[in-house]
């Protein structure tokens, strides 16, 4: 799965709190004044960033806080359940390797089979292709793909005669 873009935080949001009350608590534990200045230091440090969360996501900083409306906006941005990123018509992403399509192969099946109706062998109009085409591409994986398409359509042509033929026999049609 290709991995989301994160939000980038700017100003405030970017920098972590600095908390002043472990220093003091370290430097005199038994001074309750200057604990509780650097507790009042930290909830404005605190404050300020929950004013600028707010704005960051859209929401009014007005009393009552509507919670849920940040709650919401973060949600989209970090919990992938939430991202409205998915288009829903395709469907999600899926695994693995993409299927097969003949229009994929088409011109090169055509350029190789121009060769081959000219009196060539598929490896010698497959070396041919891979030359002229100038795409990096083997004699090999022309040759394959050539041949692979042939079988393919070659089973459809055998499905579809064969679906005919039991219409033809019993009388039935899908129209």
């Known amino acids: 799965?290709?991995?989301?873009?994160?939000?980038?935080?700017?100003?405030?949001?970017?920098?972590?709190?600095?908390v002043p009350l472990q220093i003091a608590s370290a430097l005199k534990p038994d001074d309750v004044e200057l604990r509780e200045q650097a507790s009042a230091e930290h909830m404005g440090q605190y404050l300020e960033r929950l004013v600028a969360l707010a704005e960051?996501?859209?929401?009014?900083?007005?009393?009552?806080?509507?919670?849920w409306q940040i709650?919401?906006?973060?949600?989209?941005?970090?919990v992938p359940a939430f991202s409205r990123e998915v288009d829903y018509l395709k469907g999600?992403?899926?695994?693995?390797?993409?299927?097969?399509?003949a229009s994929g192969d088409l011109p090169v099946v055509i350029a190789v089979a121009k060769r081959v109706a000219k009196?060539?062998?598929?490896?010698?109009?497959?070396?041919?292709?891979?030359?002229?085409?100038?795409k990096g591409e083997s004699w090999a994986a022309?040759?394959?793909r050539y041949r692979r398409f042939n079988e393919r359509t070659e089973a459809v042509a055998s499905t579809a005669s064969l679906a005919k033929g039991n219409m033809l026999a019993t009388g039935k049609s899908n129209r």
């Open 119 to 134: 009196g060539h062998s598929i490896r010698r109009a497959s070396e041919l292709v891979a030359k002229e085409r100038g």
């Open 92 to 101: 999600p992403a899926t695994r693995g390797r993409p299927k097969w399509k």
């Open 142 to 144: 022309i040759e394959r």
């Open 56 to 67: 960051d996501c859209g929401v009014e900083w007005v009393e009552p806080i509507k919670w």
């Open 71 to 78: 709650a919401l906006v973060l949600a989209e941005r970090h």
């Open 1 to 18: 799965m290709a991995k989301r873009k994160t939000h980038k935080y700017t100003g405030v949001l970017a920098r972590p709190i600095y």
